[in-house]
C-alpha cells in the first residue's frame, strides 16, 4: 500500500507510518490550529478512501480503517477537552467538515458530561457483530417499527460503540442496546438481551411505542431520560444519515471509559 497524503501533510511532525501506511496507536496530534485542521482533514479523506476499499462489509475492518479511524477518534477527543484548540482548528476546516465536526464535538461533550467515572478493572469488551450484519439488523427494525436505522445505529454507538463494550451499567441495563430487565421482558420480544439482532429490534419496539418517530425526541427521552442524552442520539444519527461511511468511522472508533483517574482506552491496537 502507498504511503497516505497524510504523512505529507505531518511529516514535521515526525509522522511514523505503520506496515498498513496509517498512523501509529499513539501517534502525535498537532497542537497548532492550522496544522490540526490539515491534519484533521486529511485523515478524513484518507478514512473516507480506506472504507471504499473495505470488501466486504460484513468482514473485520482492515488495519487502515482501524487506525486511521483511532487517530480521528484521538483528535475529536484532543479537541473536545480544549476549547479554544477547537475553535481554532474549527474555523479553519472546509464547511462540511466544520459542521461535521461541531455535531460531533457537541455530541461527545454532553455524553462526557453524563458519565459517571468508573474503575477499568471492572469493565468487560469483546467484537462487535460484523459492520454488515449490523446494518442489516437496523434495515430491518426500520421496516418494521418505522425507526429510523440511523438512529437505531446512533444509539448502539452512544451505548457501548456497537456492542464492543460488555459491562452492564450502574444501574443493570444489559446487552449492546442497554435494557434494563424489566424493560426488556417489555419490549424484548422473546428474544436475548445480549444478541444484537434481538437487542436491535426490541430498540426499536420500544422507540416506537414510546412515539417514535413521529414524536422521536419523547421516544428517545424515554429510553434515558436525559436532554442531553437525547441531543447527542441525534447529532450522530445527523451525521449518519447524511453520509454511510459516517456509520463505518464510528463502528471502527475504539471503547474510552472515564476512570476516577482519566480518559483510558480498553479497545483497539497498541495496548499491553
Same mark, same amino acid.
Given at each position: 500500500m502507498t504511503r497516505l497524503r497524510l504523512s505529507a501533510i505531518t511529516a514535521a511532525l515526525l509522522f511514523v507510518p505503520t506496515a498498513a501506511g496509517a498512523p501509529a496507536p499513539s501517534e502525535p496530534i498537532p497542537r497548532e490550529p492550522a496544522v490540526l485542521a490539515r491534519t484533521l482533514a486529511a485523515t478524513t479523506d484518507e478514512l473516507r478512501a480506506a472504507i471504499a476499499r473495505w470488501r466486504p462489509k460484513s468482514a473485520t475492518a482492515p488495519d487502515? #480503517? #482501524? !487506525? !486511521?479511524?483511532? @487517530? *480521528? *477518534?484521538?483528535? @475529536?477527543r484532543l479537541l473536545g477537552r480544549d476549547a479554544l484548540l477547537s475553535r481554532g482548528t474549527l474555523r479553519l476546516l472546509p464547511m462540511r467538515l466544520a459542521r461535521a465536526s461541531a455535531d460531533l464535538l457537541a455530541a461527545q461533550r454532553e455524553l462526557h458530561r453524563l458519565t459517571p467515572p468508573i474503575a477499568a478493572r471492572t469493565i468487560k469488551v469483546g467484537p462487535a457483530s460484523p459492520a454488515g450484519a449490523l446494518l442489516s439488523y437496523y434495515r430491518e427494525a426500520e421496516r418494521r417499527f418505522n425507526v429510523s436505522w440511523a438512529v437505531l445505529a446512533a444509539v448502539n454507538f452512544v451505548e457501548t460503540k456497537f456492542g464492543k463494550l460488555r459491562s452492564a451499567s450502574a444501574a443493570g441495563a444489559q446487552g449492546p442496546m442497554q435494557f434494563m430487565p424489566a424493560t426488556w421482558r417489555r419490549y424484548g420480544l422473546g428474544g436475548d438481551i445480549h444478541d444484537a439482532h434481538d437487542a436491535i429490534l426490541g430498540a426499536a419496539n420500544y422507540l416506537h411505542t414510546s412515539g417514535a418517530p413521529t414524536h422521536l425526541r419523547r421516544a428517545l427521552h424515554a429510553y434515558n431520560p436525559s436532554s442531553s442524552y437525547v441531543d447527542a442520539v441525534l447529532r450522530y444519527a445527523r451525521r449518519i444519515a447524511s453520509d454511510r461511511t459516517t456509520f463505518f468511522a464510528f463502528y471502527s472508533w475504539q471503547v474510552f471509559v472515564k476512570t476516577p483517574t482519566g480518559d483510558r482506552r480498553v479497545t483497539g491496537p497498541g495496548l499491553p
Amino acid at each position: 500500500m502507498t504511503r497516505l497524503r497524510l504523512s505529507a501533510i505531518t511529516a514535521a511532525l515526525l509522522f511514523v507510518p505503520t506496515a498498513a501506511g496509517a498512523p501509529a496507536p499513539s501517534e502525535p496530534i498537532p497542537r497548532e490550529p492550522a496544522v490540526l485542521a490539515r491534519t484533521l482533514a486529511a485523515t478524513t479523506d484518507e478514512l473516507r478512501a480506506a472504507i471504499a476499499r473495505w470488501r466486504p462489509k460484513s468482514a473485520t475492518a482492515p488495519d487502515d #480503517v #482501524v !487506525l !486511521l479511524a483511532l @487517530y *480521528q *477518534q484521538r483528535i @475529536y477527543r484532543l479537541l473536545g477537552r480544549d476549547a479554544l484548540l477547537s475553535r481554532g482548528t474549527l474555523r479553519l476546516l472546509p464547511m462540511r467538515l466544520a459542521r461535521a465536526s461541531a455535531d460531533l464535538l457537541a455530541a461527545q461533550r454532553e455524553l462526557h458530561r453524563l458519565t459517571p467515572p468508573i474503575a477499568a478493572r471492572t469493565i468487560k469488551v469483546g467484537p462487535a457483530s460484523p459492520a454488515g450484519a449490523l446494518l442489516s439488523y437496523y434495515r430491518e427494525a426500520e421496516r418494521r417499527f418505522n425507526v429510523s436505522w440511523a438512529v437505531l445505529a446512533a444509539v448502539n454507538f452512544v451505548e457501548t460503540k456497537f456492542g464492543k463494550l460488555r459491562s452492564a451499567s450502574a444501574a443493570g441495563a444489559q446487552g449492546p442496546m442497554q435494557f434494563m430487565p424489566a424493560t426488556w421482558r417489555r419490549y424484548g420480544l422473546g428474544g436475548d438481551i445480549h444478541d444484537a439482532h434481538d437487542a436491535i429490534l426490541g430498540a426499536a419496539n420500544y422507540l416506537h411505542t414510546s412515539g417514535a418517530p413521529t414524536h422521536l425526541r419523547r421516544a428517545l427521552h424515554a429510553y434515558n431520560p436525559s436532554s442531553s442524552y437525547v441531543d447527542a442520539v441525534l447529532r450522530y444519527a445527523r451525521r449518519i444519515a447524511s453520509d454511510r461511511t459516517t456509520f463505518f468511522a464510528f463502528y471502527s472508533w475504539q471503547v474510552f471509559v472515564k476512570t476516577p483517574t482519566g480518559d483510558r482506552r480498553v479497545t483497539g491496537p497498541g495496548l499491553p
